[in-house]
T-cell receptor, first 114, second 114 residues
């Protein structure tokens, strides 16, 4: 298996632009997680899905952030409009069942908003 | 709700020396505990986990951790570190429910000196 795939790996954009991050989870996994990692705040869970349904989006910072999972093999995290404080590494992870089951992380997307 | 505290943000050690990375957790219910490792420019990967049974858990790359319920700790140890162990290490906790989120600590950066 190729593991969790994220694209793009790097994204540089200007403030005010729309940014879309993409994730393909491991086949057969039914949980998908979006995390954000920064030096100041560490690793934060933004939202997670179970069987394509959003379960908990309490970590989404504000309305500028939205996430979708239209099918079991694809998810997007969108920021519109982007701001410099959104600069971070965004990770997608998937797992077979939730709770104590191992989460498999993708390589991350490094987002820089200028 | 659960929380995790990693007491050291950075731990420098010499190659072939032993190391202990400290982790304490807080929870009103029984929990599962994890250690994840993040190598430079990569996503997190599972090092080991405690679900039940023996309180001494062995993981990959020669690491082990001991669950201590009375002290609510789950410290990570390795008897002899290598340069390749240079990474950031995250302690994490989750509740028993499959819907439980994994809560990550703030991370400990392990740097190995030759």
């Amino acid at each position: 298996d190729a593991g969790v795939i994220q694209s793009p790996r790097h994204e540089v954009t200007e403030m005010g632009q729309e940014v879309t991050l993409r994730c393909k989870p491991i086949s057969g996994h039914d949980y998908l997680f979006w995390y954000r990692q920064t030096m100041m705040r560490g690793l934060e869970l933004l939202i997670y899905f179970n069987n394509n349904v959003p379960i908990d989006d309490s970590g989404m910072p504000e309305d500028r952030f939205s996430a979708k999972m239209p099918n079991a093999s694809f998810s997007t995290l969108k920021i519109q409009p982007s701001e410099p404080r959104d600069s971070a590494v965004y990770f997608c992870a998937s797992s077979f069942q939730g709770g104590p089951y191992e989460q498999y992380f993708g390589p991350g997307t490094r987002l820089t908003v200028t | 709700a659960q929380s995790v505290t990693q007491l050291d943000s950075q731990v420098p050690v010499f190659e072939e020396a032993p190391v202990e990375l400290r982790c304490n957790y807080s929870s009103s219910v029984s929990v599962y505990l994890f250690w994840y490792v993040q190598y430079p420019n990569q996503g997190l990967q599972l090092l080991l986990k405690y679900l039940s049974g023996s309180t001494l858990v062995k993981g990959i790359n020669g690491f082990e951790a001991e669950f201590n319920k009375s002290q609510t700790s789950f410290h990570l140890r390795k008897p002899s570190v290598h340069i390749s162990d240079t990474a950031e290490y995250f302690c994490a906790v989750s509740g028993y429910s499959s819907a439980s989120k994994i809560i990550f600590g703030s991370g400990t950066r392990l740097s190995i000196r030759p």
